[in-house]
């Protein structure tokens, strides 16, 4: 059944000139963020004429149309697809489970285990027990949104821009984790370090994650994982196993 906040959800709104945005709440929920890679996935294999791409966010679905084509005729076909079926009555079933191997000595941990009202050895005990799930893949090539983390880890970002973050560091804010690809600037809170190239442009994938994806960090020691940057898959001791 659908949640109070739900009941005006899917929406539908006009991205400039040539796509769509199918919204399924405001704000980051597994429900919400669920029915999105659900009307995702349905849509990629649909082959709605009109529709070129469907990308997922955290809480929607952008569309890009063919200009070429009848828009009106599109858009409502798209929303024929939106009220075929509740897009919050079943999960999306995960396909692959990734253990990752990771050394929680970020110089922000501390900071971010008190935020959670943790010590520094439980924080990193309730971060390695947790089964995060992709949410989405945005802002750099290949790089995850993994959440929900449990309600204490929901703090806001830092009030000042942190300079340099490297690649593979993984970083907390806002109730999720980030597995950085790339060096960058950041808000967000640096916990810990992987040898996991979420973008690697001569493997088969180049990116590694598959939104739905569920995934779990593994403590491991600086030696260790300083041992695991060399791996040819640049996978850093990554497990993928299939969900049966």
């Known amino acids: 059944m659908r ?51 469907s990308a997922p966010s955290l809480t929607a679905v952008y569309l890009r149309l063919d200009l070429l084509s009848d828009l009106d005729a599109v858009v409502r076909s798209i929303q024929a697809e939106m009220a075929a079926q509740d897009w919050f009555s079943e999960d999306v079933r995960a396909a692959r489970h990734w253990t990752i191997p990771c050394c929680f000595d970020g110089p922000q941990l501390s900071e971010a285990a008190h935020l959670a009202g943790l010590s520094e050895s439980a924080a990193v005990e309730e971060l390695t027990q947790q089964q995060v799930r992709v949410l989405t893949i945005g802002f750099a090539p290949g790089q995850p949104y993994l959440g929900n983390l449990p309600q204490n880890w929901n703090f806001p970002r830092l009030s000042e821009i942190t300079p340099l973050v490297p690649a593979r560091a993984l970083v907390a804010a806002v109730g999720q984790l980030i597995l950085f690809a790339n060096d960058t600037p950041t808000g967000w809170r640096h916990v810990g370090a992987t040898e996991f190239h979420c973008f690697k442009v001569d493997r088969p994938e180049p990116f590694a994650f598959r939104v739905g994806d569920l995934v779990r960090f593994e403590q491991a020691g600086r030696a260790e994982i300083e041992a695991l940057a060399n791996s040819s898959d640049g996978l850093g001791g990554a497990r993928c196993e299939a969900v049966t």
Do not use: W
């Open 3 to 53: 949640a109070v906040d739900q009941a005006n959800f899917p929406s539908l709104t006009y991205i400039g000139v040539e796509g769509v945005l199918v919204r399924f709440g405001d704000r980051v929920t597994d429900a919400i963020n669920r029915a999105a890679l659900k009307f995702h996935a349905h849509m990629n294999t649909k082959c709605v004429a009109g529709v070129l791409e």
